[in-house]
């Protein structure tokens, strides 16, 4: 069974910068699609970024030219650069792959 192991949340001013990243226990984010989501409280849980197998990425609008995904193979990773952050972006972000969550890392985003 894989699991997903998300890390890298916490309290970041306006304007600033974050890195979170998902770990698997296993080498799948070399063939499978991957997405990082976020929940933010009395919302519902929404795509933020996606990278699939063969590295092509997509955005959700909200925070393209802000966040960058990106994977390390070798080390079975996928990172979240979220640069420029607002206090919008504050909600718990997951990571997911093949129908499997991570527990999710705080975000919060606030002066």
């Known amino acids: 069974q894989v699991q997903l192991v998300e890390s890298g949340g916490g309290l970041v001013q306006p304007g600033g910068s974050l890195r979170l990243s998902c770990a698997a226990s296993?080498?799948?984010?070399?063939?499978?699609?991957m997405g990082w989501y976020r929940q933010a409280p009395g919302k519902q849980r929404e795509l933020v970024a996606f990278?699939?197998?063969?590295?092509?990425?997509n955005y959700a609008d909200s925070v393209k030219g802000r966040f960058t995904i990106s994977k390390d193979n070798a080390k079975n990773t996928v990172y979240l650069q979220m640069n420029s952050l607002k206090s919008e972006d504050t909600a718990v972000y997951y990571c997911?792959?093949?129908?499997?969550w991570g527990q999710g890392t705080q975000v919060t985003v606030s002066s």
């Open positions: 997911n792959c093949m129908g499997i």
């Open positions: 296993g080498s799948i984010f070399s063939i499978y699609n």
């Open positions: 990278i699939a197998g063969g590295g092509t990425t």
